[in-house]
């Protein structure tokens, strides 16, 4: 299985001939549209689709990602191998969630042109690098015939948590279609914090909301607090639009603390 992620949007060829090629290399490949609709050039956004979805796939499964504002420059393509999935990337960051929790990952420079288009654009890597190399891998092909071993990599900033025994502050990582505001707040850590009493979540100045089981939990319209089916903590309107009501957008903090307790939190213990 092949799975595509790209900014490529749906208006124009690109991604049929990405699938062109790959089929072109194995006609056998089983390719899954992961997302197109990532904004153009949205690293960051690129690397959550991608940290939340390739464990899903089967084992032997070749995720491709082409979020590549640095295309045609003297950035890498790399090729992660990692509990027997393989992935295609830029070296710009997009894998940085992937490669969070690897103390010694096998990366691989994507560099022997007998696995290329022989005619190779500097605007479009996607169709003439990465589709071609993706079809080797999914036939099989070993990643280290792809290129030399690569030791050093792009890593994004990503958000920290803090956190202490009454309270947790994260961030709004990802705005999703529904308007919902994706945090990094996770699920075990929401749970940890509950066993300690009633928990409130403060928002940008609005009342403190509840944590709810599901969307409909409150009227429509209302806003609410839940753990979303990515497993972290969500901030939603019930039949609405939590961007819009809320004017929430990405990077904005959510505090999460135990009833009473003071809404503090330490800036020296993170996770």
Request: proline share 7%; charged share 20%.
């Amino acid at each position: 299985m092949v799975t595509l992620l790209t900014d490529f949007g749906l208006e124009d060829e690109y991604v049929g001939l990405v699938k062109g090629v790959i089929l072109r290399v194995n006609p056998s490949a089983q390719i899954v549209d992961l997302c197109h609709e990532v904004p153009p050039g949205d690293v960051s956004k690129a690397n959550w689709l991608l940290r939340w979805s390739w464990g899903y796939s089967p084992g032997g499964t070749v995720h491709v990602v082409v979020v590549d504002p640095g295309v045609g420059s003297s950035r890498k393509i790399l090729c992660l191998d990692h509990q027997g999935h393989r992935f295609l990337a830029p070296d710009n960051g997009v894998l940085s969630s992937v490669l969070a929790g690897i103390s010694r990952p096998r990366l691989y420079a994507v560099a022997n042109r007998r696995y290329a288009l022989k005619t190779i654009s500097h605007t479009f890597h996607g169709r003439d690098l990465f589709a071609p190399a993706a079809g080797h891998l999914s036939r099989g092909l070993a990643p280290y015939r792809l290129g030399p071993r690569v030791t050093t990599f792009r890593r994004l900033a990503l958000p920290a948590v803090k956190k202490n025994a009454h309270a947790l502050e994260g961030r709004v990582i990802h705005l999703d279609r529904f308007g919902n505001a994706v945090t990094n707040l996770p699920a075990e850590e929401v749970k940890r914090l509950a066993r300690r009493g009633p928990l409130r979540v403060l928002v940008k100045g609005i009342r403190p909301l509840k944590i709810q089981s599901s969307y409909s939990s409150v009227s429509q319209g209302d806003p609410l607090a839940l753990v979303g089916s990515r497993d972290l903590l969500e901030i939603a309107v019930s039949r609405g639009s939590a961007h819009r009501k809320l004017r929430l957008q990405v990077g904005d903090p959510i505090l999460l603390v135990v009833q009473g307790s003071p809404p503090l939190v330490p800036s020296d213990e993170t996770t």
